[in-house]
């Protein structure tokens, strides 16, 4: 479960650093994988893999290719991480379910991504949703990010700090090369996880390390019942490259069902 220190830290900043939460073997293949893949265009890699809407081919801009898990161990591995499911249980208040995976690959150049999201004050909308009462954080949507490469040149992903809890819009003038305290580039040594609540206004800066593209495994997770993405679920043709436990994260599912993954790893949680 997330510890104290965790609860405070992502109620304050609306994310938190797990350092090297995913071991260096799987970094590393992960790597090899999306080197691999972001050098061919999509009608040669294996299905379903498939960059996220399609781009033409073009090494020079970020490459996000989806449905990873269907096709390496290392990936349903990351998805099933028990450093990142301790604090997605937790976040999720145990009815977590798994929704799309981005291999995002960034060469030097790529461009900036822009600010999105952060919190507006009216009404919330379930479906991103952040509250903290009762020594409990609680979110509906978020954003688990595994990161492949080192980040310490205040390049790559960035936040605005507390704008999961602000009550007035972003002034457009900030973006995400504004500077901290405003806007924050944490430093990310490769094998740490960012985990931050879709609420959060957040973004990328250019990569400019010629020597090493950025590549980071973004996942979302939801509440099983409050959903971005209603009825999304394992591919029906693909599902059996699944593990069962990772086929059964990705279901919808009431919030008074307990996930069988849930009770295996709450009970494995508790006997650490
Ligand atoms: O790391 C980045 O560049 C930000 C990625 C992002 O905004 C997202 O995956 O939603
Ligand atoms: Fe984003």
Not at 44 to 51: E, I, K
Request: net charge neutral; charged share 20%.
């Amino acid at each position: 479960m997330m510890t104290p220190y965790e609860k405070w830290h992502f109620d304050l900043m609306g994310y938190i650093v797990l350092p090297g939460a995913v071991p260096k073997e799987d970094i590393a293949r992960m790597r090899q994988l999306a080197l691999e893949w972001a050098a061919k265009p999509d009608e040669q890699l294996t299905a379903p893999l498939a960059s996220y809407g399609k781009p033409a081919f073009d090494v020079t801009k970020t490459r996000p290719i989806m449905h990873v898990e269907y096709v390496d161990p290392v990936f349903q591995r990351a998805l099933l991480n028990k450093e990142i499911m301790r604090v997605v249980l937790t976040l999720t208040d145990n009815c977590p379910q798994v929704l799309l995976s981005s291999l995002q690959v960034y060469p030097a150049g790529g461009g900036p991504g822009p600010l999105h999201n952060g919190a507006a004050g009216g009404i919330q909308n379930p479906a991103n949703q952040y509250q903290a009462a009762d020594g409990r954080v609680f979110a509906t949507f978020i954003n688990v990010g595994i990161c492949v490469t080192d980040s310490l040149r205040g390049e790559g992903f960035v936040a605005v700090p507390g704008s999961h809890k602000s009550n007035f819009a972003c002034p457009e003038g900030i973006t995400v090369d504004s500077p901290a305290p405003l806007v924050i580039a944490p430093d990310i040594h490769a094998g740490d996880v960012v985990i931050f609540t879709e609420l959060l206004r957040h973004g990328g800066r250019n990569w400019m390390n010629k020597d090493e593209p950025r590549i980071v495994l973004y996942t979302r997770y939801c509440t099983s019942y409050a959903s971005w993405s209603v009825g999304y679920r394992a591919m029906g043709e693909h599902a059996s490259k699944l593990p069962p436990e990772l086929a059964e994260l990705m279901e919808p599912a009431g919030f008074q069902h307990r996930k069988k993954v849930v009770t295996r790893l709450l009970e494995e949680l508790k006997a650490k």
